[in-house]
């Protein structure tokens, strides 16, 4: 009896681990569903890119680069380590609706040029760094001092998010996901 107890019990155990790596893998970015990217600007310290699908614009992107310390105050969270020890790259981001419909971000993952992809985070995670998991019809959410390190020389993170425009006379696509990239150099 007590056999078959742990034996159901790692059945289990190995039937909802295989169930839910399969739903994770269905669930990484997919380059169909990936709105196109028009690059308006890219510098050294600021880019700007818009996000279109199906020719109708649906977000603007602005990532500028603060430096190797946050700008303080700060209006949102703050790496829980030491920055001054452990080298940092810090970025504020605007995410803009070019639509004349609210957009939800509907979940978001960090992918790493080097290093293990992050987790999954849903809306919660999202509104705790932006002010919102809902961007208002022409209106924005932004991101103060969002950062990156890493261990060797420079690294590359691309936050993919799933969108959903929150209407349904929408006439495009309405879920598309779109990316948004910092760097970090020693």
């Known amino acids: 009896m007590r056999h078959s107890f742990y034996t159901t019990i790692i059945l289990f155990t190995l039937f909802f681990t295989s169930c839910s790596n399969l739903v994770q893998e269905n669930e990484k970015p997919e380059p169909e569903n990936l709105a196109s990217e028009e690059i308006r600007f890219s510098g050294k310290t600021k880019s700007v890119s818009r996000w279109v699908q199906d020719d109708v614009s649906l977000l603007e992107v ?21 920055w001054n020890s452990k080298n940092t790259d810090f970025y504020n981001i605007e995410i803009k609706n070019l639509t004349n419909s609210p957009i939800q971000l509907l979940k978001t993952i960090n992918i790493f040029q080097f290093g293990a992809p992050g987790e999954y985070f849903d809306p919660n995670y ?11 019809a022409n209106g924005s959410i932004s991101r103060e001092n969002s950062w990156i390190w890493g261990k060797g020389e420079y690294n590359k993170m691309e936050q993919f998010f799933w969108a959903k425009i929150d209407d349904p006379t929408f006439s495009g696509k309405s879920e598309f996901q779109f990316t948004v990239r910092t760097y970090f150099n020693r």
């Open 126 to 136: 999202i509104s705790h760094r932006y002010g919102s998991s809902t961007i208002p």
């Open 62 to 82: 602005k990532v500028q680069y603060v430096g190797k310390s946050p700008k303080l105050p700060s209006k949102g969270p703050l790496p829980s380590y030491d």
